[in-house]
């Protein structure tokens, strides 16, 4: 029987993640979940936990979903442990957003001056919960969903010195679901291989009937009006410059465009922040997490509703549940994760961790090799690489120096004054979540 343990229990997501077990229940039987958070989401965590165990309730499988705020006592003994909280809330993410925008530079979840933050913010916190996972649980694994999803999954084998361990995003999933359809075809009769980092990572498409690259049908489908592209509803979807997607041959993926078109998106922010009655990402997902959980203390409510359908993340548990019952049961599916390079990009060092097409079985992560990028790519990837390595550094040290040199290499940072402004107004707003400067 396996015992699942999710952190940032209080999460709107816990419902998806639960679908996604209940679907898998006959590969994966579960015993029990415990659902952790801390005491700023003991509400949420209340009342989302409630939910949960209804929606089992209303199934044929007996599970007991526990909620607590005693990390250690739900770590004892786990198989799984899943990541999924938030360090500060949306109020952190709201700061992370509007500090760097009140400077005309972008301020967004994952990327720039506010994706730095949150990693510096989550670090200290996931290393402690390997501390407690060396202890407790020795033997499970960490199925990492926390932003930057990437950075966060690095740090836990870097400085953690925990290889069993898998960074998801939901990103792939929804490229997979949409693509095959814009060009009349379903995902069996494809082959995708993903390469990259977190939210930064490029893809190609294979027909099976003929083992032919593919990917300039899907090109040639995304500029079509009409067409779901599956471009997250977090990201303004301005499309990129069909010239440049023609080069490449591969299909960036949705974050790409705060790189590609850092022009158009940065305005798009700005306009966004400047209006009072639009405001940041954070700021419309406040309102959208209040009407979720209104509709969670619904006692008859036992599925997940189609509103959650409105955040980014929609369809995770496509990927959180189909790894661990692929790591469970052997299963060597193909699922895009972050994971020890290995080779697989040999633009990339071999140690670092990478967002690639992998085989997941019961050893883990088996990443595909991708091979060598075009130096329009290859510079890209490792400028960000190596930026994120800083960043992580900076997190693990408290190391303000490295943290300015990790601000100049990041591209949606100008350098200069106003990006130290930035950087300081940043470790003074969020000085409560950085004990290590
Ligand atoms: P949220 O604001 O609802 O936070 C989730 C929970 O984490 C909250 O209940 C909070 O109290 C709790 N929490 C905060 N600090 C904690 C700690 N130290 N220990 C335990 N719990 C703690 O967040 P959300 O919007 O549901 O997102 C959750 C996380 O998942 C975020 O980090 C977000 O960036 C990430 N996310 C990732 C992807 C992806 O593709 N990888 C997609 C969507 C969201
Ligand atoms: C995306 C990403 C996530 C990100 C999220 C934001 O799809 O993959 O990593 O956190 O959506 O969604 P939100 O609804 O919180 O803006
Ligand atoms: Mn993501």
Redesign the pocket.
Known sequence: PVKIVT???????TPELMEGFIKRYDELPIKEIWL???E??KE??EIVGTMAQRMWDASPYDVKVHLTLD?REALKDADFVTT????G??NARIKDERIPLSYGMLGQ??NGAGGMF?ALR?IP?ILDIVKDMKELCPDAWLVN???P?GMVTEAVMRYGKWDKVIG????PVGAMMKEPKMINKSLDDLTYKFAGLNHFHWHKIFDNATGHDITQKVIDAIYDPNVDDGTPKNIFNVKFFKEQLDQMQMIPCGYHRYYYRQEEMLAHALEEYNDPQVGTRGQQ?KQT?AELFELYKDPHLNYKPEQLAK???TH?SDAACETIASIYANKNTHIVVSTKNNGAIPDLPTDCTVEVSAYIGSIGAKAIAFGELHPAERGWLQCMKNMELCVEEAAVTGNYDLLLQAFILNPQVVSGTTGKRIMDELLIAHKKYLPQF
């Open positions: 952190i940032g229990g209080g999460s709107s997501y952790v958070d801390i700023d989401g949420k965590l990390r999924q909280f938030r360090v809330l949306l979840e994952t949150k989550t916190v969903f926390t932003n999803s998801l995003c939901n990103v997902v997490e955040r980014g993340g995770y």
